[in-house]
């Protein structure tokens, strides 16, 4: 069971602190048990008062006061200052913190600076990651009138290529050189010995590229996770930005929807699939696998030459299954097809769309935890991390294939009179309309292994039918199609 420390070191304005703290209540703890010691180095008596009136009910709270350091620290419209003195400072309190989580062995400590709000599903989504270290992002103005910046960088000091700024800006989770501000760390890495001192023989400036450093020598790698961005409040003119913030996270519980509601139990889901030439590969496997955990199928046969159609009917015999067979192929222009593919899903009037191609196979936790996903009020859609399988028994993790590093939907609740869009695109359209993750989601656990890149004479027919359709890369990534045939790829072993 999750035993998490929310901690800070707090050292704050008074209007800002009020809106940190009452992020923290707002917090979604369902299924953890949480914590919280906060460290009062403040100069201000108003925000030392704040802390000590913080509580919240089933949580254990633990108040430090440490007088201010006797450097000044200085903030302003522009920028924060700091020096040496300041930084060692806060490395002792970080110390702290992490020793007394330690010594009380909580599975986690969630290190989190006092000018962030926080998504309330933050923590619960961190928590489900499974990484020793992991942070949730957020941008940031460092000087004013420039472009905003994430917290976490690419490697040295603070280095930030293009792509790797184009790649946070993609809900998912990825793997980075630093991070800090806003970070959960397992007792693992605890007692690995992680910490905040400063490394004598680095000049790299501040304590968390020190504490980065020493965790990737002790062999733990570096994640953000992008789903929930944090707001950093790094001036007073921020707070400006507080309710648009929270009307970004609100869930749309104001869409006309007469007659309808969301329903704990006895909910039906419908499987939704498009496939073409599927017979001599992993199709039977999905669906014999699915057929348990669905009432009704509406599969688009996208002009198969094989016996794909047969194969469907024979193994969902005694489902209602809507069968489409199209003379031609239109995958060239897939959010043709998955636009077909959702008219006809929604059709069969379902309470969930549980939407699989035909080589993707959910590990077996999923019959045990399958009704607990759908039979809920809280979330409307549920995404898993998907393996690109190299062979039965080995996935492929490099810099170009990092599918599981990142939660996806693959099951949608389906809200009759929300308002669905699509995104227009020929290739990598989606499987479902682009906005649905403005709704409430849950990140599962549950694995699911993709077996569409397993077999060699597979490889190579995508390799060309990708260069084919998307020669120019403009729908992906040219060199992800380039290594599709790397000849030494580096695969990882699937562990149970």
Request: with cysteine; proline share 6%; glycine share 4%.
């Amino acid at each position: 069971m999750a035993m998490i420390l929310i901690a800070s070191p707090i050292r704050q304005k008074p209007a800002i602190l009020r809106e940190f703290l009452r992020s923290l209540q707002e917090l979604d703890l369902t299924g953890l048990t949480a914590d919280f010691l906060l460290i009062d180095n403040n100069d201000d008596p108003l925000s030392s008062q704040l802390l000590q009136g913080f509580r919240r009910e089933g949580s254990t709270y633990f108040y430090a006061q440490v007088p201010p350091n006797s450097t000044p620290y200085l903030c302003n419209t522009t920028t924060h200052h700091w020096n040496d003195e300041l930084i060692k400072f806060v490395a002792s309190l970080k110390n702290f913190i992490l020793n007394f989580a330690l010594e009380k062995e909580y599975t986690h400590v969630f290190l989190v600076d006092s000018d962030l709000i926080l998504h309330p599903l933050t923590l619960r989504h961190l928590y489900l990651c499974e990484k020793d270290i992991v942070s949730e992002i957020f941008w940031t103005c460092w000087q004013p009138e420039t472009p905003r910046l994430p917290q976490v960088w690419e490697r040295g000091q603070y280095q930030l290529s293009p792509e790797f700024l184009r790649r946070l800006q993609v809900p998912g989770l990825y793997q980075v050189g630093g991070l800090g501000a806003c970070t959960l760390i397992s007792h693992r890495a605890l007692t690995a010995g992680v910490n905040f001192n400063f490394i004598p023989n680095l000049d790299y400036w501040g304590e968390d590229r020190h504490f980065c450093i020493r965790a990737a020598v002790l062999g733990f790698p570096l994640y953000v996770d992008t789903q929930f961005p944090a707001l950093h409040l790094y001036r007073e003119a921020d707070m400006a930005r507080i309710e648009e913030y929270k009307k970004s996270y609100q869930p749309l519980w104001n869409f006309p929807r007469p007659g309808w509601q969301r329903k704990n139990s006895n909910n039906r889901v419908t499987l939704s699939m498009v496939v073409r030439n599927e017979a001599n590969r992993y199709l039977a496997r999905v669906l014999e696998q699915a057929r348990p955990l669905v009432d009704t199928a509406v599969i688009i046969d996208d002009g198969s030459e094989d016996e794909t159609p047969e194969l469907c009917e024979k193994i969902l015999q005694g489902i209602p299954l809507k069968l489409i067979r199209r003379s031609q192929s239109s995958f060239h222009n897939e959010i043709v097809l998955r636009q077909q593919q959702w008219l006809e899903t929604i059709k069969t009037e379902p309470d969930w769309i549980l939407a699989l191609d035909a080589d993707e196979v959910f590990e077996d936790r999923i019959y045990s935890e399958f009704s607990s996903l759908i039979n809920q009020t809280e979330y409307d859609w549920i995404a898993f991390r998907l393996y690109d399988m190299w062979d039965e028994d080995h996935y492929r993790e490099d810099e170009y294939w990092q599918a599981h590093l990142t939660y996806r939907p693959f099951l949608v609740r389906y809200i009759p009179s929300f308002p669905y869009v699509w995104q227009e695109t020929a290739l990598h359209c989606g499987r479902f309309p682009r906005n649905i993750t403005e709704l409430p989601g849950l990140a599962s656990a549950i694995r699911i292994k993709h077996y569409g890149w397993a077999r060699p004479v597979d490889r190579i027919a995508k390799y060309h039918r990708y260069l084919t359709l998307d020669p120019e890369g403009k729908f992906g990534n040219i060199k992800q199609y380039q290594s599709i045939l790397d000849p030494n790829p580096r695969l990882l072993k699937w562990l149970d």
